[in-house]
């Protein structure tokens, strides 16, 4: 079992910079993949950002990709979002999740455990 919690989230300017925290709790968290993803008012969940286990590998969406940096801290149990440049179409919930089978992934369905969410409002 992984319990994890989302910080971090909150209003900002379009062009403005965020991070997004998760804390892990229950399994060893140096053991899984963690992935970032929103989803916006009458959209799907979409993929943002994933990182294995070790942290030396790291895949982006392409909408985020040179604004947004995941990474993650084995020592404090979390996974970090920052978020920079920020525009309006960033706005949604941001959850973070474990995906605890070998190996990562960009796909909702592989992620077994998510947390609660934090909504993250880009203003234009």
């Known amino acids: 079992q992984v319990q994890l919690v989302e910080s971090g989230g909150g209003l900002v300017q379009a062009g403005g910079s965020l991070r997004l925290s998760c804390a892990a709790s229950?399994?060893?968290?140096?053991?899984?993949?963690m992935g970032w993803f929103r989803q916006a008012p009458g959209k799907e969940r979409e993929f943002v950002a994933v990182?294995?286990?070790?942290?030396?590998?790291?895949n982006y969406a392409d909408s985020v990709k040179g604004r947004f940096t995941i990474s993650r801290d084995n020592a404090k149990n979390t996974v970090y979002l920052q978020m920079n440049s920020l525009k309006a179409e960033d706005t949604a919930v941001y959850y973070c999740?474990?995906?605890?089978?070998?190996?990562?992934?960009?796909?909702?369905?592989?992620?077994?455990?998510w947390g609660q969410g934090t909504q993250v409002t880009v203003s234009s």
């Open positions: 999740a474990a995906h605890t089978t070998p190996g990562y992934s960009n796909y909702v369905g592989a992620y077994e455990y």
């Open positions: 229950g399994r060893t968290f140096s053991s899984y993949a």
């Open positions: 990182i294995n286990r070790s942290g030396g590998a790291t």
